[in-house]
Structure formats: C-alpha cells, structure tokens
C-alpha cells in the first residue's frame, strides 16, 4: 500500500516562506496537498498531474503557493511564499486518484492515499 509521509511544516511570521515535502513510498500518480484549519473542513489547496505538466490552486493560494513534484525521487512539494495567518493549518499530502471517479483534483473524496499531515502556523 503506498505511504506518504510529509515534511516541512513549522512555525513562521506572516510574510515568510516554507517548503513542503511529501515523500512517497512509490510512484504515487495524482498528488494534491489539503489542509485543515481546527474548526473547519478540510480544504484542497493545489494539485499537480501525475507527470507534473498540470498543476490547479485554490484561489486563497494562488500567486503565493507553487507544487511541484520530482517522480525521480518520488516527491511532492509545495513552496509557501507570503504566508498569512489564515494560512495557518495541518497540511497532509494525498494521491492516488480513486478509479473511477471523475477527476476534480481539489477534490479530497477522490484521492486514496493520505499522509499524516505536518504543521504550519503563521503568527501576525
């Protein structure tokens, strides 16, 4: 079963930057990176194609988020530029896009795979 297993998270002020990494077990296909505010639903924030040509935001991160993915090293990762406190959330990667399901890749019920989640918090 594959695994994902993310790093990265950590504590920053508003206006820093960090660099995600989602590192998975095997070749993953679809990959998406979700987060989750205490108190809220769980949002989609970007998503990348399995080869990496095609990449979807959320509009809260446009401009300000960037995934990537090497499949070389079997790893995702999202660059956080401008971090506001409303960016302040546990960031989990998903992939492995649920056969057949039409594909809407800011679309949590459709991945199979989930890691852990790692930390971010930006402080005003």
């Known amino acids: 079963q594959l695994q994902l297993a993310e790093s990265g998270g950590g504590s920053v002020q508003a206006g820093g930057s960090l660099r995600l990494s989602c590192v998975a077990s095997?070749?993953?296909?679809?990959m998406a990176w979700f987060c989750q505010a205490p108190g809220k639903e769980r949002e989609g924030g970007a998503a990348?194609?399995?080869?990496?040509?095609?990449?979807y935001y959320a509009d809260s991160v446009k401009g300000r988020f960037t995934i990537s993915r090497d499949n070389a090293k079997n790893t995702m990762y999202l660059q956080m530029n401008t971090l506001k406190p409303e960016d302040t959330a546990m960031y989990s990667c998903a992939a492995g896009w649920r056969s057949g399901y039409i594909y809407r890749p800011l679309d949590s019920l459709g991945y199979n795979y989930w890691g852990q989640g790692t930390q971010v918090t930006v402080s005003s």
């Open positions: 095997e070749y993953a296909g679809s």
């Open positions: 990348i194609s399995s080869g990496g040509s095609a990449t």
